[in-house]
């Protein structure tokens, strides 16, 4: 059974002003494996934020379902942590504040708790940061703790927004290897969002790439490339650059693109 | 944003009635009560007017010319007292947000004036000039000038260096650069001192009209408030609440948006 | 700030003028009430030069003299006294009306939609034109005194809560629901501690006008009080007592700025990294 299986989702959305309808995803299914990285890719507006939205039980889907270990989702949960663009982390918190915060929402006793952190800390490379304000970090630190606050309370699946979209360029190289990292040493399975064709196929196991919205999944494209996957390697690699172009073609070509076989997988 | 379909202009409409509706209903409800709670509990007149006799002494005013008197006299101080405000701290403050000698020998005096204008200036305003105008106006100049002052010095220190760079850069001389770049940027911030200046002025205004003046508003209340006319005092404390609320709702807050939110300039907005 | 960096780099080269300069810009006393000195030497030059006739315009050394006697007479304190209590006891009752009300508008959908056009208008009403009813309900007592603070209290505080959640980052909210958090922890992790800021302004906003209406209805209602001093001082003609008055005025604002809401809004806010608005005057 998979974890998480989407199955026909449809999103209309009504402006309250208005009245105005806006269909923003047309029929989109697929499904994440127990231990997998999944990123889901398009045009920008077609619907990849609402997608994880659903997913997430931020908002509730026109049309379709989501089942998370093969039951319908309702509400947001931790079983479905969320890593933000933003961050979204609570500047009245120190970083273990932050990073203890959905354990000590499921009760686990204080010294526990500490234990759990400094094992995640330690993981994402913030031991000794302890103490400080989420506003004394970087932006990368940021994230990393963003990451941590999720790994830490084990969610079924983690989702993740266009995580890194708000650091700098080479910040946000480095976070991606520390993310491929982490994932194989924990084996979280993830859903990611992105925008970046080089940073999906960089990290995922298989590429979602969905078509202008009202959007369909145009094609899930297999990325076969051995890991521990690194920047200064990988950029030469053949099949990253045919994996790449082959989805920047789907990006940009017309719907019969989808018709052609030739995929990326050799 | 995409295609505008003809069911728009009339729900956008029928969503105006109805947030509209929902404002006036509780007033409504506020109504009802009042007349209940004083039936109930048969509250004296002298305690507590009937909402009729507020309306018949609405009208008598009315009639009689009193009400219109007050208002206009109320009103006018106002809009003096405003003006002059605006006149003498624009330029008061552009001066203190491009000299930095100008600024360092009035800012901690400014510090100290803001916490005090308005109402603590009665007593010293009547001594200077009267009881009356005069000292009625001074005292509204006094609440809006110094926020006006403060907030214009604000608005200027927070314009980026680079704007002046660039404007400096495109060409523009010292006279330019003040209505192109430092004016306009400051404007938002001009904006919500006035907002903040004439609520503080509103409250002198009334204040020093119970305390100085033989017209307008708060010298009706005080009328009023000698012969317990109770009727007068509710009505002319709707009026005021009134003529606020229009004036912030239809002057100011639109003022305020248009300025700050139109230009996506950030700006604490109280 | 160019000057700094100089005066910062080796002081052996540094005259010793500058470097007393320096160290007497870095001594806090000096920082707070060097400014004031310029300030009073002309205030001090203007008076003496007589421009202005002596029953409407004093020198400090004239208000200066008014102080030491009104405090040797014990006249200040006692009136000190009364307006800082009757400050404070209107300050209490309002946050303890104004902060579980506010957060009822903020939070309850039905709440907002039935308080928040009363909220306004109310709001419009301003404290001073509630004096003359009180008087006919309560008389010239502590009790209309009070009132009035509470209610200019209790209105901005009840607009800043309102408008504190409201800019609390919707990811935020999410983000603890998705960690877990239910309605309780939410409001005590999230709504409570994001709100701040906008609470911490309310109440200055508050104060701030609070303030002023302890000074009208001190004018108005009369009995005691540093208002009522310097109403009944301008009666008597006694412009030195005005001017005592205002200047005790605006040290007590600076100290309950510099003593209460500087260092509350230093431990949380700023502590946070949270940003503070630009807000209007204080
Ligand atoms: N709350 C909303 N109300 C109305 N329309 C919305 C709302 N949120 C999103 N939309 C519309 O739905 C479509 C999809 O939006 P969504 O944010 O999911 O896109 P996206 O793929 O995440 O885009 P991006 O790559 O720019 O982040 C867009 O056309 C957007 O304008
Ligand atoms: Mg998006």
């Known amino acids: 059974m998979s974890v998480l299986e989407i199955r026909s989702l449809n999103k209309v959305y009504v402006d309250d002003y208005t009245g105005e309808e806006v269909p923003a995803i047309g029929d989109v299914s697929f499904s994440v494996e127990q231990g997998e990285f999944v990123s889901i890719l398009g045009p920008s507006g077609c619907g990849k ?112 927004d266009e995580p890194f979209a708000s650091v700098d360029a080479q910040t946000r190289m480095k976070l991606q290897e520390d993310l491929t990292r982490i994932w194989q040493d924990r084996r979280p399975t993830i859903f990611f969002v992105t925008h970046d064709v080089d940073e999906a196929v960089f990290l995922s196991d298989r590429v979602i790439v969905l078509s202008q919205g009202p959007s369909r999944v145009r094609e899930i494209v297999e990325v076969d490339i051995p890991r521990p996957r690194r920047w200064d390697e990988l950029i030469e690699d053949p099949v990253f650059r045919r994996t790449s172009h082959r989805i920047i073609e789907l990006l940009s070509a017309p719907a019969d693109v989808e018709d052609r076989s030739d995929a990326a997988t050799p | 944003m995409v295609q505008a379909t003809t069911a728009r202009p009339r729900t956008h409409v029928l ?135 403060y907030n214009t010095t604000l608005g200027v220190g927070q314009i980026s260096e680079d704007l002046k760079r660039a404007a400096a850069t495109l060409g523009s001389g010292r006279v330019r650069l003040l209505t192109e770049v430092l004016l306009p940027g400051a404007l938002p911030s001009i904006v919500t001192g006035l907002r903040v200046g004439m609520g503080y002025g509103w409250r002198g205004l009334i204040a020093a009209e119970i305390i100085a003046t033989n017209l307008g508003l708060g010298y009706a209340l005080f009328l009023a408030q000698k012969y317990f006319e109770t009727d007068v005092i509710i009505l002319s404390m709707i009026l005021i609440g009134l003529i606020w609320l229009l004036t912030d709702r239809l002057l100011l807050a639109p003022l305020e948006r248009r300025t700050v939110r139109r230009w996506g300039m950030q700006q604490g907005v109280e | 700030m160019a000057t700094d960096t100089v005066e910062e780099r080796g002081s052996a080269t540094v005259p010793w003028t500058r470097r007393t300069a320096s160290a007497l810009t870095r001594s806090k006393t000096v920082r707070t009430f060097g400014p004031f000195l310029p300030f009073v030497l002309l205030w001090w030059v203007v008076a003496e030069t007589g421009m202005f006739p002596s029953a409407f315009f004093v020198g400090p050394d004239v208000v200066i003299a008014k102080f030491g006697e009104l405090l040797r007479t014990g006249v200040l304190t006692g009136y000190l006294w009364d ?14 009306i104004g902060l579980p009300l506010g957060f009822l508008i903020a939070l309850s959908h039905r709440a907002r939609r039935f308080a928040w056009p009363l909220l306004l208008f109310f709001q419009a009403v301003g404290d001073i034109a509630w004096l003359p009813i009180l008087i006919i309900w309560f008389g010239f007592s502590l009790t209309s005194v009070t009132f009035v603070i509470v209610y200019t209290v209790v209105f901005p505080l009840m607009v800043s809560i309102v408008a504190g959640i409201d800019a609390i980052p919707r990811d935020m909210l999410r983000a603890a629901r998705t960690l877990g958090a239910g309605r309780r922890n939410i409001l005590l992790e999230v709504v409570l501690p994001g709100s701040l800021p906008a609470i911490a302004s309310g109440i200055r906003t508050g104060l701030g006008y609070g303030w002023r209406a302890l000074i009208a209805a001190e004018i108005i209602v009369g009995t005691s009080g540093i208002g009522f001093m310097m109403f009944d001082a301008r009666r008597a003609g006694q412009v030195t007592e005005v001017f005592v008055g205002m200047i005790i005025l605006g040290v007590l604002w600076y100290l309950t700025d510099a003593l209460l809401l500087s260092p509350m809004e230093r431990e949380t806010v700023e502590r946070w990294g949270m940003v503070r608005k630009p807000g209007g005057p204080r």
């Open chain 1, 49 to 160: 934020t609402t997608v994880l939205n659903i997913i997430a039980g931020f908002i509730d889907p026109t049309g379709g379902e989501v089942l998370l270990n093969g039951e319908a989702i309702s509400g947001p949960g931790p079983d479905r942590g969320v890593v933000f663009q933003s961050f979204a982390l609570f500047p009245w918190k120190t970083v273990l504040g932050n990073l203890t915060f959905g354990l000590k929402m499921r009760r686990i006793p204080r010294r526990e708790r500490e234990e759990i952190a400094a094992e995640y800390l330690e993981l994402v490379g913030l031991s000794g940061f302890e103490r400080r304000y989420p506003h004394e970090l970087s932006g990368g630190m940021q994230q990393r703790l963003g990451v941590a606050r999720v790994l830490a309370i084990e969610p079924s699946v983690m989702l993740m």
């Open chain 2, 15 to 149: 969503s105006r009635l109805t947030s509209a509706a929902w404002f006036v209903f509780p007033f409504l409800v506020l109504l009802a009560v009042w007349v209940i709670v004083l039936d109930v509990f048969e509250i004296p007149e002298r305690t507590f007017p009937a909402a009729s006799s507020v309306w018949d002494a609405a009208v008598a005013m009315t009639l009689d010319g009193t009400l219109v008197a007050h208002l206009v006299a109320s009103l006018q101080r106002v809009v003096v007292g405003v003006g002059l405000a605006i006149a003498t701290g624009i330029p008061f403050g552009l001066l203190m947000g491009l000299n930095r000698a100008v600024a360092t020998f009035f800012a901690p005096l400014l510090r100290f004036s803001v916490a005090l204008a308005g109402i603590a200036w009665i007593p010293l305003a009547t001594l200077w000039f009267g009881y009356g105008e005069g000292a009625v106006t001074f005292i509204i100049w006094n609440s809006v000038f110094f926020a006006v002052v």
């Open chain 3, 83 to 96: 307006s800082t209590v009757r400050l404070a006891v209107g300050a209490a009752w309002g946050l303890a």
